[in-house]
Structures are given as structure tokens and as C-alpha cells.
T-cell receptor
Framework: DAKTTQPPSMDCAEGRAANLPCNHS???????VYWYRQIHSQGPQYIIH???NNETNEMASLIITEDRKSSTLILPHATLRDTAVYYC???????????FGAGTRLTVKP | DTAVSQTPKYLVTQMGNDKSIKCEQN?????MYWYKQDSKKFLKIMFS???????INETVPNRFSPKSPDKAHLNLHINSLELGDSAVYFC????????????FGEGSWLTVV
């Protein structure tokens, strides 16, 4: 599966949109982009995933570039509770092997 | 109801002991996993079972043995515990029907003293 590159840390002001980037330049045509987050001391939490179209759910929006080599997770109105490590992962939907990198530590500040 | 539940949540034990961590999922998933997160916070897959059959087995000491009595359970047995086994162990599950999105439990904090 393709590797991903994320900034190690980011800050965001409470109430503002948090935009978390992810590069996956070697992504294959049948690989999806998944986003998870891990709030301190809790289990990783699924956020969203997509193949090539932009996706939105109650938690976030996922914007995937047309060439699929990068994506951005958007938390539209970040709250203090969104402070967490965010992981971007690419894998085939039929592959059970999900590998986590170092992720981006997002700190939402008052 | 908790979708993926693990017990115990906290476990402190002495070196050399044998311990087990239990995991149950009520999502009807057919694949279950064990992940380990060490003090450096890297989350690494250890094992994966699909319909009670082992499909992923990373380079893990053979002191670690997963056991899946049925599709809803995947227990982790650890023999002859060592200090380096101290970590948070996460159980997870997924299903082809749900796009193989993996759902995690809350973790079991193991401390070996």
C-alpha cells in the first residue's frame, strides 16, 4: 500500500476550520484515503474515507485532489475536543491490513 | 452498547507472568485485529483474524498468541511477560460489508513490573 506524508503538528483556533493535509503521491487507482483520529488515551476513531470524489459526513469533509496525490481533511468548526492525532492512511478497500504512520498532532486552542 | 469492548482496561503484572486480554465485538464483523501502541505512540498491527482464520501475523514474539473462539471474539494471550511488553493493546474489527472500515476498542493498558 502507498505511504502517506503528514505534518507532525498543527495548531488551530477554536471555532475556525482545521485543514489537515496529507500527501500520497504513490497512491494506486484502487486505493482509498482513510482518516482516523486518536484522542489522548482513547482508541483510534474512524472519521471518513474516499476514493476520488469529495466526501462529507457529520464529522468532517475530505477533499481529494484531481490527481489523487494529496488530500485535505477539513473540520469545519474545530472545538477543543478535536485536539487529537490525525492519521491519513491509504489502502485498498479489500485489504484488511491498515498501517498507521506518525500522523498530525492537531491542537485546538481557545 | 459498546461496539468493540476489551477487558481488562488496566492490567499491572509482574515479569514472567502469563496474562490474557479479551475482546468482543457486537457489530457482526467477520475480521478482528490486535494492535499495539508503545510508549513512542506508534500504532502497529500485530494480528488479524478473518472468520476465525489467521490472515495477518506480523513479526511478533511467539509468546503472543491470539485465539478466536468465534467470529465475535479475539483474545490475546501473552506468556512469560517482559518489561518491553508494556503498552496499550487495541482490539479492532471490520467487515467487507462495511467497506472494511476498522473500528477500534478503547484499549487495554498493560504494565509489566
Amino acid at each position: 500500500d502507498a505511504k502517506t506524508t503528514q505534518p507532525p503538528s498543527m495548531d488551530c483556533a477554536e471555532g475556525r476550520a482545521a485543514n489537515l493535509p496529507c500527501n500520497h503521491s504513490t497512491i494506486s487507482g484502487n486505493e482509498y484515503v482513510y482518516w482516523y483520529r486518536q484522542i489522548h488515551s482513547q482508541g483510534p476513531q474512524y472519521i471518513i474515507h474516499g476514493l476520488k470524489n469529495n466526501e462529507t459526513n457529520e464529522m468532517a469533509s475530505l477533499i481529494i485532489t484531481e490527481d489523487r496525490k494529496s488530500s485535505t481533511l477539513i473540520l469545519p468548526h474545530a472545538t477543543l475536543r478535536d485536539t487529537a492525532v490525525y492519521y491519513c492512511i491509504v489502502k485498498r478497500v479489500d485489504n484488511n491490513d491498515m498501517r498507521f504512520g506518525a500522523g498530525t498532532r492537531l491542537t485546538v486552542k481557545p | 452498547d459498546t461496539a468493540v469492548s476489551q477487558t481488562p482496561k488496566y492490567l499491572v503484572t509482574q515479569m514472567g507472568n502469563d496474562k490474557s486480554i479479551k475482546c468482543e465485538q457486537n457489530l457482526g464483523h467477520d475480521t478482528m485485529y490486535w494492535y499495539k501502541q508503545d510508549s513512542k505512540k506508534f500504532l502497529k498491527i500485530m494480528f488479524s483474524y478473518n472468520n476465525k482464520e489467521l490472515i495477518i501475523n506480523e513479526t511478533v514474539p511467539n509468546r503472543f498468541s491470539p485465539k478466536s473462539p468465534d467470529k465475535a471474539h479475539l483474545n490475546l494471550h501473552i506468556n512469560s511477560l517482559e518489561l518491553g511488553d508494556s503498552a496499550v493493546y487495541f482490539c479492532a474489527s471490520s467487515s467487507w460489508d462495511s467497506g472494511n472500515t476498522i473500528y477500534f476498542g478503547e484499549g487495554s493498558w498493560l504494565t509489566v513490573v
